[in-house]
């Protein structure tokens, strides 16, 4: 008798825990995050890190389910997170350039990085990423109506480290550069730079670069070194100059939030979502950094020949990037009536030097989130944006 009342009273203990969990995950509210590349590659790391960090400061009241290269690919999320597929994207802004043009045109201009500093490199993603978020959150309310009239909410940026030219024959020259024809997948800036020298861009999507690059559909993808691996294009890759086109690819807005979930979300949940942000928008372009000598050193043992860009064409391309700053507000006024891109580069300019100043003694992706944090992201108003 003394038994049963023991089991008896052990069932209800057990029906209770049970019934408290039950409510708990009822409690919870579960978002889903698409993102273009495949298990296992840094940004899908990134990824789950964003999602443990959204558990961790909400007390599992949000929960962030990933989805790698499986819900959505690249060239599918900008209308995925739109009609609510998913409802949190890594959206590669420069896939879709008429529905974001002044955010596309501040991204697109991040060859400046060659006339800042010539020591920058890798560095450089640190300090474009820095300024792209602070300047789209408060200085672009052209950039922010384009990702609403998109039903979408930005909440966060990413950069890579240098873009350069991986081949299948050696491109590090003016001469050899002639009638290459060249993957760009970011930039158009890098289109036009292509073009410059008589070579020709080929658009597409990073998914697709390994594949092109392997059949010779192109003789060049240019890319970031760690993107090399991450998208598999190293096994197709002979030849790599880093030096040229240079730049990054700013252009990433990685947890954009679909804007009826965003709205549904309390100003806490929000606040949450904004400081795992935070930390997301800076692990993604430091560990960039760090990677991109470890690819390259992997990348050359695996038989990929290194080669320096000919001084002559660094040159030429410094002289091209000035001549570009000039022209590109004109060819986005004209191709997607960006009025004062003039302006807004002048302006960006300004905060991009601050931040490769506020940038330069990062040690560590932690340090690098609490400087975008208390830069940028803690002083966004959770009841008001994107509201």
Same mark, same amino acid.
């Given at each position: ?19 408290? &969990? ?34 961790? =400061?909400?007390?599992? !009241? ?23 597929? %998913? ?67 930005? &909440? ?12 299948? &024959? ?24 292509? !073009? ?12 697709? %670069?390994?594949? %092109?690059?392997?059949?010779?559909? +192109?003789?060049? +993808? ?34 954009? +939030? ?27 372009? =430091? ?12 990348? #050359? ?16 391309? #410094? ?12 060819? =986005? ?19 991009? !030097?601050?931040?490769?100043?506020? &940038? ?28």
């Amino acid at each position: 008798m003394v038994i049963m009342k023991k089991n008896g009273l052990a069932a209800l203990v057990i029906a209770a825990l049970a019934s408290l &969990t039950s409510a708990a995950q009822a409690s919870s509210k579960e978002l889903s995050y698409a993102i273009g590349y495949p298990s296992g590659t840094d940004s899908h790391t990134a990824a789950l890190n964003f999602a443990n960090s959204v558990s961790e =400061y909400s007390g599992n !009241e949000l929960a962030i389910k990933v989805y790698p290269l499986s819900l959505l690919n690249f060239a599918e999320t900008s209308d995925g997170v739109r009609d609510g597929i %998913a409802d949190i994207g890594y959206m590669l802004a420069p896939y879709f350039p008429a529905n974001y043009p002044h955010y596309n045109f501040l991204a697109e201009n991040s060859m400046l990085l060659t006339l800042l500093d010539s020591s920058l490199r890798a560095r450089g993603g640190l300090a474009y990423n820095g300024a792209m978020a602070e300047f789209v959150f408060f200085n672009c309310p052209e950039c922010q109506a384009e990702f609403l009239n998109q039903n979408q909410v930005y &909440t966060s940026n990413a950069a890579s480290s240098t873009y350069g030219a991986h081949c299948n &024959t050696p491109v590090n020259s003016i001469e050899t550069l002639e009638n290459k024809r060249l993957r760009i997948g970011g930039s158009a800036q890098w289109s036009r730079w292509a !073009e410059h020298f008589s070579a020709s861009p080929v658009t597409l999507s990073g998914n697709d %670069a390994y594949e %092109a690059l392997s059949q010779g559909v +192109v003789d060049c +993808v240019v890319i970031s070194a760690p993107d090399l691996f991450n998208l598999g294009v190293h096994e197709a890759t002979r030849y790599t100059t880093m030096a040229i086109p240079g730049g990054v690819m700013p252009g990433a807005a990685i947890t954009n +939030v679909n804007a009826d979930v965003w709205r549904s979300l309390s100003d806490d949940q929000r606040r949450v979502l904004l400081k795992a942000a935070a930390e997301i928008s800076a692990e993604i372009p =430091y560990v960039y950094y760090e990677r991109e000598q470890q690819r390259l050193d992997d990348a #050359r043992k695996m038989g990929v020949e290194l080669h320096e860009a000919d001084p002559e064409l660094l040159q030429a391309t #410094r002289d091209f990037v000035r001549q570009d700053m000039e022209k590109s507000p004109a060819i =986005y006024a004209r191709k997607y009536n960006v009025a004062n891109g003039g302006e807004l580069l002048a302006e960006f300019r300004v905060l991009l !030097e601050k931040w490769v100043s506020l &940038t330069a003694e990062v040690e560590s992706k932690e340090e690098l989130a609490d400087l975008y944090w208390n830069e940028v992201y803690s002083k966004v108003d959770p009841s008001t944006y994107g509201m």
